[in-house]
């Protein structure tokens, strides 16, 4: 089977991490982080490994040759993110016309 790789950026913990979902489970896994996510730390499972910097302009650079639009997530997207699961834990839902997370359209 081939392989993938999804470049973000290294969270320092769970709570952060763009793979874990609204149910606190990582997508990766489809294991439960909510403890990790309390206790602000990555669990030794983590799928997530650092790469050097020239391999991720590698890997961009190749994205970018056939045809993909490459995104850094900004600390706005971040913020829109935070809101939209806190609004979500209430059981509402946030108008994404005007959100800039994109995370709805991921997931």
């Known amino acids: 089977m081939s392989k993938s790789v999804?470049?973000?950026?290294?969270?320092?913990?769970?709570?952060?991490?763009?793979?874990?979902?609204?149910?606190d489970r990582c997508q990766a896994t489809?294991?439960?982080?909510?403890?990790?996510?309390?206790?602000?730390?990555?669990?030794q499972w983590c799928p997530l490994?650092?790469?050097?910097?020239?391999?991720?302009?590698?890997?961009?650079?190749?994205?970018?040759r056939h045809g993909y639009i490459v995104l850094k997530y900004t600390k706005d997207m971040k913020k829109d993110a935070d809101e939209c699961e806190a609004m979500e834990e209430k059981g509402k839902s946030k108008d994404c016309c005007s959100c800039s997370c994109s995370v709805c359209l991921v997931q």
């Open 30 to 43: 489809e294991k439960d982080v909510d403890e990790y996510r309390e206790r602000r730390c990555r669990p």
């Open 49 to 64: 490994e650092e790469v050097k910097e020239s391999s991720v302009k590698r890997c961009t650079a190749h994205l970018k």
């Open 6 to 23: 999804l470049i973000i950026d290294t969270p320092e913990d769970c709570r952060d991490c763009m793979i874990r979902d609204l149910t």
